[in-house]
């Protein structure tokens, strides 16, 4: 069974950068669909990004054109480049395979605060 572990979160100012990183226990080459959820303080886990095997990518409104994710399936890692952050950003940031049915990680927490 697959697991994911999340890290790259931090503290960072609004208008900064960081880019978070997800490592599969197995291969990913496999896996159709990688996503990028977070839960924002006091809600329920969202999605905010996917990519496909082949490279298709979509973004939640509110982070397009500021967030990127790519995957590396040499590295079994999935990342997401988040530039331009704001203080709505803060959340605990999870990957997934949303067809495979993974058990969510622990996630790694992002805060953006002045």
């Known amino acids: 069974q697959v697991q994911f572990v999340e890290s790259g979160g931090g503290l960072v100012q609004p208008g900064g950068s960081l880019r978070l990183s997800c490592t599969a226990s197995t291969s990913i080459i496999s896996i159709y669909t990688m996503a990028w959820y977070r839960q924002l303080p006091g809600t329920e886990r969202e999605y905010i990004a996917t990519i496909s095997k082949g490279g298709t990518t979509n973004y939640k409104d509110s982070v397009k054109g500021r967030f990127t994710i790519s995957r590396d399936n040499a590295k079994k890692t999935l990342y997401l480049q988040m530039n331009s952050l704001k203080p709505e950003d803060t959340a605990v940031y999870y990957c997934?395979?949303?067809?495979?049915?993974?058990?969510w990680g622990k996630g790694t927490q992002v805060t953006v605060s002045s």
């Open positions: 997934n395979a949303p067809n495979n049915r993974v058990t």
